[in-house]
């Protein structure tokens, strides 16, 4: 009898909404981060010197008045790393903690000073004497290619038919080019990393990191020591978005270099500005690209060049301009394409991880195919999409040659436009923007199909710990970490259900490499897919033994013993859940176990660009209608309707919180978050009084986010649920596209405006003027 049918349910079950486990906590405060750590008596606190070139040698370094300064203890340079002065992410061995003979960005840093207080540590990081010899310097992926700056990892191509054939042969073929700006993670905390040193080798860190396990690797790595000498821990963050998958090894290795060389705890949290200078961000793209198709508005043939800034080492570059590859068809069928990412080495600070790693840009992309050819063939962009989706068989397999065998974006698209009420409300924004006037409308109805698994494939693991206690109180450890996306209350919703506990019974505890090691990232999408797996897998080895010994206990069958709300029925026999694990442990058995789980089915050869990256595709759809102030490019959101493809959801609630979020930060990507360097190769934007993110004003007047209830995940994963983190993000285009056909309405819709992104106001004038202009 499950719980569902017993009298008794269980809380906290799984597919019902349950408030995430630390919500009161964020609320009043009580949510204790790295940085609310009580500090040992002695602590120390380090700040980075960083370098004001973009580009140049060093000739000299004199620090005499940094360690002269009140309160400083030492300063750490390259000499004084025990280990290996690298932090790569890839193994490329091309990220120095500190430069040595050569700076290759602003920002980049060169020391750190440890103080007895911070506020000691950060002035005297000020008071550096750096020499410098200026080397010519590139900022953009254009300007890298001009002066030969190469990639800094490997390109890809992702190639299926004859592109080239089939856009000679095509009816129609329009060419162009997109610039797509980078965004910073903007995260309530930033960077931080506390290192407390213990005997002979071992040090252990507190940070706040989405990669224990890489933090772990790279700590060992630079003080010269094994893994096991080295312990992350992670409570949780405020916020990660991706920035926190790599950037932090830097954070996490000069704290334990520190705390090691001068025996005492050691913390490192920089400014909010140099935090911004100093890590990296969303990846810039200048995107080329070129689509033939037919008189009814078919793509036949489509190819496309990915440039990427990808900053000065490698970090995440690879995968993320791969990424970009594996969605540059969005939702649509290509028949023949060719896509080449172009990875450039750039004097600017080396972009990293962020929300879809890549996806978004590639999205974007193939919505600009779709926006060039309805301009072109006079037609809704809606219509364009509904006759390019992928369909049945021979419509049905992607660039990188995976089969889509899942496609319900048809289903997901017409269901939203119907209950958006897209057609009558298109047609009143063409009849109002038929009268002329200042205020202009525009509206876009855009889907999404996004891939879930790492592409990196070993990444897609995870391992589980799982203790009971003999008073019948659960601990639940796991790989994952929390940076306020709910995954542990998910996860603890997993082992509820397979024990049939109420979810009060369970302690979630910090992620730390001392429980479960060699974890993967809590990125892609897949901290729920994976680490719930995995605590399902611990749970069910705790349940079998509990089964075997119940009917051993009652001289029953295992067949009998079924597991309810809190109890176990044996027969005709019902005991408490706490008092059968009190008789378990008086037998001896053993009540604790390490789950653990890797994602099936998929497989990846790079070097052809064939296989099955992604393990099954989540969905989605966004409607957003937008009002232009054709005077000043101004302009507001004043609806949006979202129907989102979660599948089987273990937390609806949760995951529509995560829909919203996701949606409002691809708008701000879009709209206002603009990064700019000055032509010395200074960020510019480097706080939040000139990097503007989406403010509570800037949400859409009306907001409707729905989740597809009927959707149930084809492949078995937790509970048939889908992915909910990343995919929603490229909602957002939906904003940007119906900005562009606000724009094109001043000229009756003949031309594709052509938007770069950001599409800030002053871009959107510029737009309608240059329509104007040429027409």
């Not at 023949?336 to 978004?360: E, I, Y």
Request: hydrophobic residues 40%.
């Amino acid at each position: 009898m499950r719980a569902d049918q017993n009298r008794n349910v269980i809380k906290g079950s799984v597919h019902s909404d349950l408030r995430h486990d630390s919500a009161i906590k964020h609320v009043t405060g009580r949510a204790e981060y790295c940085d609310d750590i009580p500090e040992p008596a002695g602590t120390l606190h380090a700040y980075l010197g960083l370098s004001t070139r973009a580009h140049a040698k060093i000739d000299k370094i004199d620090l005499s008045a940094v360690k002269a300064a009140p309160g400083v203890i030492g300063v750490l340079t390259a000499s004084d790393i025990p280990g290996v002065n690298d932090v790569s992410p890839t193994g490329r061995h091309d990220e120095p903690i500190f430069a040595e003979q050569k700076v290759e960005f602003w920002g980049q840093p060169v020391f750190a000073v440890v103080a007895e207080t911070r506020d000691a540590a950060r002035r005297a990081a000020r008071l550096a004497q750096i020499t410098y010899r200026d080397l010519p310097h590139a900022l953009d992926p254009v300007a890298a290619r001009e002066a030969g700056m190469g990639y800094v990892t490997p390109p890809l191509t992702l190639k299926r038919g004859d592109a080239l054939a089939a856009m000679d042969k095509a009816p129609h073929r329009i060419k162009g080019q997109m610039v797509v700006g980078g965004q910073d993670h903007m995260y309530l905390e930033g960077h931080i990393a506390f290192a407390i040193p213990g005997e002979d080798e071992d040090v252990a860190v507190h940070s706040s990191t989405q990669h224990p396990t890489e933090a772990q690797h790279m700590v060992a790595h630079v003080l010269g020591v094994p893994s096991n000498a080295v312990t992350v821990n992670v409570r949780r963050m405020g916020g990660g978005f991706g920035g926190k998958e790599t950037q932090m090894n830097l954070f996490c290795a000069v704290a334990a270099v520190a705390a090691k060389k001068w025996h005492r705890p050691v913390k490192i949290r920089p400014d909010r500005d140099d935090d911004m200078s100093a890590t990296g961000k969303r990846h810039d793209f200048v995107i080329d690209y070129e689509v033939g198709f037919d008189d009814d508005g078919r793509i036949l043939a489509v190819s496309g060049d990915f440039a990427a800034r990808c900053g000065f080492s490698s970090d995440l570059s690879g995968p993320v301009t791969d990424r970009a590859l594996f969605h540059a068809d969005n939702a649509y069928f290509y028949p023949d394409v060719v896509l080449n990412s172009h990875p450039m080495k750039t004097n600017t600070v080396s972009n990293t991880a962020f929300r879809g790693f890549g996806g978004p840009q590639g999205v974007i992309a193939a919505e600009r195919i779709i926006e060039e050819i309805a301009y072109h063939r006079g037609l809704d962009s809606l219509e364009i999409r509904k006759r390019n989706f992928y369909g049945d068989r021979g419509r049905d397999v992607t660039p990188y040659h995976q089969t889509v065998e899942d496609n319900i974006a048809p289903r997901i698209i017409a269901e939203l436009e119907q209950s958006a009420d897209y057609q009558a409300r298109r047609q009143a924004v063409l009849d109002w923007n038929a009268q002329g006037g200042i205020i202009r409308r525009g509206i876009a109805l855009t889907p999404v199909k996004f891939g879930i698994s790492f592409t990196a494939t070993w990444y897609n693991q995870a391992g589980a710990l799982v203790h009971i206690y003999s008073d019948g109180s659960i601990h639940l450890n796991h790989g994952g970490t929390e940076m306020g996306q709910g995954l542990n209350t998910k996860v603890a919703q997993v082992v509820a259900d397979e024990l049939q506990v109420d979810i009060d019974k369970i302690k979630i505890t910090r992620t730390t490499t001392e429980k479960v090691p060699n974890t993967s990232a809590t990125a892609a999408s897949s901290g729920s897919d994976l680490n719930g797996m995995a605590a399902q897998d611990a749970a069910r080895q705790i349940k079998e033994r509990l089964n075997g010994f119940a009917a051993e206990r009652w001289q029953t069958t295992p067949e009998d013993v079924r597991f309810v709300a809190n109890a176990i029925e044996i027969g005709t026999t019902r005991i408490s859940f706490a008092d059968l694990i009190r008789e378990a442990y008086m037998a001896r058995i053993h009540l604790s176990a390490a789950g653990f789980y890797k994602t099936p089915k998929i497989h990846w050869d790079r070097a052809t660009g064939k296989g099955r990256p992604f393990y099954y595709y989540a969905y989605g759809a966004a409607c957003s209608e937008v009002s232009v102030d054709t005077l000043t490019g101004e302009y507001r959101v004043e609806r949006t309707d979202i129907l989102h493809d979660v599948g089987k959801s273990l937390n609806p609630i949760i995951d529509k919180g995560q829909v919203e979020g996701a949606f409002v930060q691809g708008m701000g990507w879009l709209t206002t978050e603009e990064l700019w360097w000055d032509d010395k190769g200074q960020l510019r934007t480097h706080a939040p009084s000139t990097y503007k993110i989406p403010l509570a004003s800037d949400r859409p007047r009306v907001f409707n986010v729905k989740l597809a209830g009927w959707s149930e995940n084809r492949e078995k994963t937790i509970k048939r649920s889908k992915a909910v983190g990343e995919p929603p993000f490229m909602l957002g285009i939906s904003v940007f596209e119906a900005l562009s056909h606000a724009v094109a309405s001043t000229v009756n819709y003949r031309e594709c405006p052509r938007l770069d992104a950001p599409a800030t106001p002053e871009r959107v004038l510029l737009a309608i003027e240059r329509l104007q202009g040429a027409g």
